[in-house]
């Protein structure tokens, strides 16, 4: 059994992105971008990722898609929002957050996460830390942010954050962002990123990829 074989095993049992299991049509636009942020602070709360992704997909189809519309919203509508979600215990600082995001991007980037980019001339180091200028959006926040945008922003490319690579060693496979970018299927880097963070998070994911490749666990 090859690499490549077990990357195939893996994408077939989890290769979705957090973003598109969210329901957000991640774009090179400022709408999508700010979705995916949004994702971004609920998946950095310590809280399930099923939770956090259900509590996007719940803002996003309840009509959250913008900063404009978030930074308009009332406070009270984004809590019922996340509440709808059973995104509980942060519901209430975390809609606080996301309004202060939206603010921010409004203020310094005029809506659009597409400056912040250019702001950070395409270097991801960079990026990470104009990210990590949003309420709540720490190191592990700028990483999820950067795993998931990676097919869209490829000079972001690739990016395989430390719970990844540890996913990558739990399935037996190299520990190196750039060899694990080479065994990706072609612009689904950040689709294999998430599949091997759902490894780390997943222990019933891991075993199976393990039984259909007849991986001996280490």
Known sequence: MTQQDVVNVLMDRAGTSYVAEAGINLADKPAPLFQ??????LLSTRISAD???????????TGYRTPQRVADADWQELVDALGRAHYKRYDESTASRLGDIASRILDRYGGDLRKLA??????????AQL???FQGI???????????????????????????????ERVQ?????DRLADLAPENHTADLAAALVRVTLNNEVADQVLAATKIIPA
């Open 36 to 41: 995916l942020l949004m994702l971004t602070e």
């Open 138 to 168: 720490g190191p592990t926040g700028s990483d999820i942010f950067l795993r998931e945008v990676q097919d869209i922003w490829t000079w972001a490319r690739p990016h395989f954050d430390e719970r990844a690579l540890r996913g990558a």
């Open 118 to 127: 250019d702001e950070a001339e395409r270097d991801p180091a960079r990026a």
């Open 173 to 177: 496979l190299p520990a190196d962002p």
């Open 51 to 61: 939770i956090a992704v259900a509590a996007a997909k719940e803002l996003v189809s």
């Open 131 to 133: 990210l990590q200028q």
